[in-house]
Nanobody
Framework: QVQLQESGGGLVQAGGSLRLSCVAS????????VGWFRQAPGKAREFVAS????????DYADSVKGRFFISRDNAKNTVSLQMNSLKPEDTAVYYC???????????????????WGQGTPVTVSS
């Protein structure tokens, strides 16, 4: 069983940056594709970014492409999301998700993930 813990959220002004981290315990995160999702108040959870288990491919929602960057450090069992040029519309709770092992397709689909963190809130003020 993999336990995921997000951190790094907070309050930032528009144009600022934050770096979110997703740390895994219980199993080696290095065998899992990982996705970041977000959920704004009153809205459905949506895909933000993903990275394959081997780190060879990453994918981004159009709304964050060129501003957000996903990376992984398997030695630290961590996947990070660097968020730059933040906008008020980026305000949401951000979740990381993982699994099943070695899946490297359909990472935009939240229903395909086995494990979820509890989320970290991000608020971007205008």
């Amino acid at each position: 069983q993999v336990q995921l813990q997000e951190s790094g959220g907070g309050l930032v002004q528009a144009g600022g940056s934050l770096r979110l981290s997703c740390v895994a315990s219980g199993r080696n995160l290095g065998v899992y594709g990982v996705g970041w999702f977000r959920q704004a108040p009153g809205k459905a959870r949506e895909f933000v970014a993903s990275i394959t288990w081997n780190g060879r491919e990453s994918d981004y929602a159009d709304s964050v492409k060129g501003r957000f960057f996903i990376s992984r450090d398997n030695a630290k069992n961590t996947v990070s999301l660097q968020m730059n040029s933040l906008k008020p519309e980026d305000t949401a709770v951000y979740y990381c998700a993982a699994g099943p092992p070695y899946r490297d397709y359909d990472l935009r689909n939240l229903e395909g993930y086995d494990h979820w963190g509890q989320g970290t809130p991000v608020t971007v003020s205008s």
